[in-house]
Every structure is written in C-alpha cells, then in structure tokens.
C-alpha cells in the first residue's frame, strides 16, 4: 500500500496497515501527524485551556472571594513549543510509524498511474493500493490588496511567540471564534468579520449568538454581515474596507474563512477522479475508485480529526478485507467547538432537519434554569436543543452548549448514534445534580 499523506488519517492507516503485515509506504511533504497536532486541535486546545484558567480566575469575584490575573503568553507559547510540537519536530511521530514497520518518505507525492505513485525522483508499485489523506489548507478568499500581505492563517495564529495589541479575525466559523476568544482573553483587542449574518453558521442559529454574546463579554467586537472589499497594509497596520464603506484597523489579520483541499498536482485523473472536484468522492467503504481510498479532510465529509480516525478504521478494515469491515455511516457526526461556554453538536440541526423534509418536533431548555447550571451561576450559560423525527420517534440531531458542553454530548450522540427511542430516553434516569441532567428536561419539553 502506498498511504499519500501522513496526517491524522494517513498515520493511523499506514501505522495499522504495517502492524497488519503489509508493506507500506507512507510519503508526507510535511509533518508526519498533519494539522491536528501542529497547527490545530491539540495547540489551539493548549491555549484555550489557559485561556480559560483567565477567564474561571475572573470568576472568583463574588463567588469565592477577591482574584487578580496578569495573562502571560510566555507559558503558552513554550508549552505549545515543548509539549505539543517539538518545536514542530516530528521526528517522535516518524519513529513511532517506522517502529510500526512502515517506511515514511519526507517528499511530495503524485499519482503517475493506477497502482504508482512518484516521490520525488522514486516511483512505488501500489499493488494493493493507494490511501489518499492529503487533508485541506487555509481557503483564503480573493479579496482585493489580500494576497502578498503578511497575514496569518490557522499556522501563524498557533505559532505566534508575541501577542498583538489588536487582531482582525477574518470569519466566524470554528477557528475564528476559538482563537478570537483566546487572544481576547490575553487581553489583545480583537475584531470578528462575519460574512454571515451570525457566527458559527453551521450550527443552530441560538449556537451563534450564545458563542457571539460570549465574546463579547470578553471584548470582542463583532461585525456581521461584513463583506470585505480592500485588504491595505501599511505601517504594521492592517486595514480592510467593507462593502458598506466602514473599515476596521488590526496590528494582525488571521484568516479564517475554512479549508479547502489541494489536489491539483496530486494526479488524481491518473486513476479517474476530477483534479479540480471541491472534496473526493467516497462510498461507504471510503473508496474512491478501483484500488483507492480516501480519508479525511479531503473528502469533505466533515473537517474533524476524529472523521479522519473514523474513516481510517474503515479503511483499513476494507483493504484488510475483514468480514465483518463496518460501512461508515455519519449520520451521529459529532462536533464540538471550544468557546467557553463550549458548543457540542451531533446529527443534523433543525433546519437540517426541515430540508431533508421530515416531521420535526424540537425542545430546549437553557442551562442556568437548571439546579446544575444555577449552582454554578458565573459562566453558566448554555442551553441543551433536542431535534425529534416525530414520525420514527428518535433524536436526528441535538446541541450541548454550556459549561463542559461537549462532555454533555456524549449522552445525545449515543442517542442519535444508535437511534434510542425518545420514549426510551424519557425513561433514564439522569443523575442529579448534573449538567447532562438538563437533557431530561429538553426531551420533557418536545
Ligand atoms: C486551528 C484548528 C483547530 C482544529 N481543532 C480541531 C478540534 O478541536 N477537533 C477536531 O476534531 N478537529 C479539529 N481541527 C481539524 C483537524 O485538524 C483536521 O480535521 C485533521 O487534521 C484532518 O486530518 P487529515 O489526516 O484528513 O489531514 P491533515 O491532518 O491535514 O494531514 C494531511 C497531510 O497530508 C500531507 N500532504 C498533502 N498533500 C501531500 C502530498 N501530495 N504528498 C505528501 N503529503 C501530502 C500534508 O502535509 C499533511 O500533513 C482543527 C483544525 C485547525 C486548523
Ligand atoms: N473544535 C473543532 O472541532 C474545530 C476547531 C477548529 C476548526 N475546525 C474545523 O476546521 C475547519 C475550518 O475552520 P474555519 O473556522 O476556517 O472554517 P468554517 O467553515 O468553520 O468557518 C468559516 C467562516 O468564515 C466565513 N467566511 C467565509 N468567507 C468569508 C469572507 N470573505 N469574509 C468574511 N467571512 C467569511 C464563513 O461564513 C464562515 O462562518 C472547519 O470546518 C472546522 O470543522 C474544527
């Protein structure tokens, strides 16, 4: 097997596919580990947690007493240096996959045939196939005065050794809101450009504007609705002009506006598929043709490491042609986004739901009405929203938004996971006092 790409989905296949017996190659141009743990989930959650040690110590006032916090990014940026990435040193991650017995080629791969795939000036014979787990990069809209400004993505933003004074965030999707919070709770001025009338789009609309209200309580200024006309930058000063003609000023500009996959030169019309396709197509196998598969970002069913993890499994399970190989199914697709209070999500929203044309009934009810959520009090905000297909009496979708949201979760997506009977569900018995209590009480409210 030849594994092109070695991120999150690509190191788990080729690491199981060698412990398994097989001969594997695994060609990165990169980082062996991909994003996740370089430049997303594992750092970006490093400097939320510290983040939100700022934020719970503010907290202490009227509660428990008198706190003062003077942030400090120094700790953050030598954790995320020594303990996350080594110093983006991915030696620790080659070793392990080579331990496994596989071979890790540092080049950039390309597909030259069915069952070849060139590295640099080597060419390896696929016989059992090829994996592609190439991932996605920053999609970086063409705004005008953009390109050749030294503006951040998702890379710089986790990098950054220095804060800014003042920060233009670009988009209000995932990354957007957790690092905006971040940095705005170590005290750097930050502004949200939404193109969308609300933050977190793809969530419930009540996500967005609780997420949204959250910032602003930590200083962030919000302008939604904003269309980017004109990037400038001068005199260490970002400057970008909306449509309207209102422009905001930033000392940096993080770029946000989510992910696209760069396959142009991977080759991928040597084995039949569309070099210029938005995402790679999969069945419920994750192949992607004769003798192909793909997993992960790049087949744009969800950008989470755990779909990678996901997919892998069910990748390396059909190429090791095991009877009982699972098909993937994603209709209990977690997600969680790490604001405080955190945003968990699993299945469809209720709008989703309305689209897809079945008979829905939803129910809500917000966290501090609960015994839970009232004890806690500073922080406490949230809500639980369950969304019912009436007609088969089950969950297809459900938010847990508050303190510990997605820990909450888990509850819900074991029941649109394994589509539990609301009746069911109406007659657990949810311990008291908990936060996962509340979701009793959004199922009494459908
Ligand atoms: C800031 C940020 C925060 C995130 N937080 C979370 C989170 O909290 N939870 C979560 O679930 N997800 C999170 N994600 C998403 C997560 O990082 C991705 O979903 C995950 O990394 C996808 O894994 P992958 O294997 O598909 O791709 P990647 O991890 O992107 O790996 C793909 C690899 O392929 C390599 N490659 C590409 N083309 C070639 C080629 N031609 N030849 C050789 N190598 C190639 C790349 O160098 C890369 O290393 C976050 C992402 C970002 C940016
Ligand atoms: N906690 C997590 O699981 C986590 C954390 C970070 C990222 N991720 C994943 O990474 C991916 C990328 O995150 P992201 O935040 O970049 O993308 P995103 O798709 O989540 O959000 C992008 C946002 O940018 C806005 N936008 C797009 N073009 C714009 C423009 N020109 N001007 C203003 N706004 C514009 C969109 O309306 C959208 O709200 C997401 O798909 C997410 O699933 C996951």
Redesign the pocket.
């Known amino acids: 097997m030849v594994v092109v790409g070695l991120g999150v989905g690509g190191e788990e296949t080729a690491g199981r596919l060698a412990q398994a017996g097989l001969r594997v190659i695994g060609i990165e141009s990169r980082l062996v580990g991909g994003e996740c743990p370089y430049y ?2 594992i750092p ?2 490093m400097m939320i947690r510290a983040a939100n040690l700022i934020a719970e110590t503010r907290r202490v006032e009227g509660m428990a007493g008198t706190s003062t916090v003077q942030p400090d990014w120094t700790p953050v940026a030598k954790r995320i240096r020594e303990e996350a990435t080594d110093t983006w040193n991915d030696q620790v991650a080659v070793d392990r996959l080579v331990n496994k017995g596989a071979t890790v080629i540092k080049d950039r791969a390309r597909i030259t045939g069915p069952g070849t795939v060139q590295a640099g000036d080597r060419e390896f014979d696929a016989t059992r196939g090829i994996v592609i787990a190439t991932g ?1 990069i ?2 970086v ?1 063409p ?1 005008d005065g953009l390109a050749g400004t030294p503006y951040w993505t ?1 890379r710089e933003a986790i990098e950054v050794e220095v804060l800014p004074a003042s920060l233009l965030v ?9 690092l905006a919070q971040v940095f705005a709770r170590f005290g750097v001025k930050v502004t949200v ?4 009338d609300e ?4 969530e419930e609309p009540e996500s967005g504007v609780l997420a949204r209200e959250a910032l602003e309580r930590d200083g962030v200024r919000f302008l939604l609705g ?3 006309k004109h990037v400038a930058y001068a005199g260490d000063t970002f400057t970008v002009t909306l449509e309207n003609g209102a422009s905001a000023t930033g000392e940096k500009l993080l770029v ?4 696209r996959i760069a396959t142009a030169d991977l080759g991928l019309e040597k084995v039949g598929l569309d070099p210029k396709a938005r995402r790679i197509e999969v069945d419920e196998h994750v192949r992607a043709g004769d003798k192909v598969w793909a997993i992960g970002d790049v087949t744009g069913v ?4 755990h779909n990678a993890m996901y997919q892998a499994d069910i990748a390396v399970r059909d190429i090791l042609q095991e009877p009982d190989a699972p098909t993937a199914s994603y209709h209990a697709m977690p ?4 604001t405080d209070p955190e945003i968990g999500a699993v299945g469809m929203t209720e709008q989703q739901a309305r689209d897809k044309g079945l008979n829905v009934r939803t129910g809500s009810t917000p966290i501090p009405a609960s015994t839970r959520g009232w004890i806690h009090k500073a922080g406490n905000e949230g809500f639980i929203k369950v969304v019912m297909d009436a007609d088969r009496g089950v969950l297809v979708g459900a938010t847990s938004a508050g303190p510990t949201g997605g820990e909450v979760l888990s509850a819900l997506a074991v029941a649109v996971h394994a589509a539990v009977p609301v009746h069911t569900l109406r007659q657990m018995i949810y311990a008291y006092p908990t936060f996962h209590r509340a979701i009793g009480e959004a199922l009494k409210a459908l």
């Open positions: 997303g989930c970006s959650k996605t920053p999609s809209p705004i998702n670009l988009g209000g999707g995932a990354i957007g809101m957790e450009i939404e193109g969308a933050v977190l789009a793809m904003a269309h980017a946000a506006t989510g992910r969800g950008v989470f490491t997600r969680v986004t790490f």
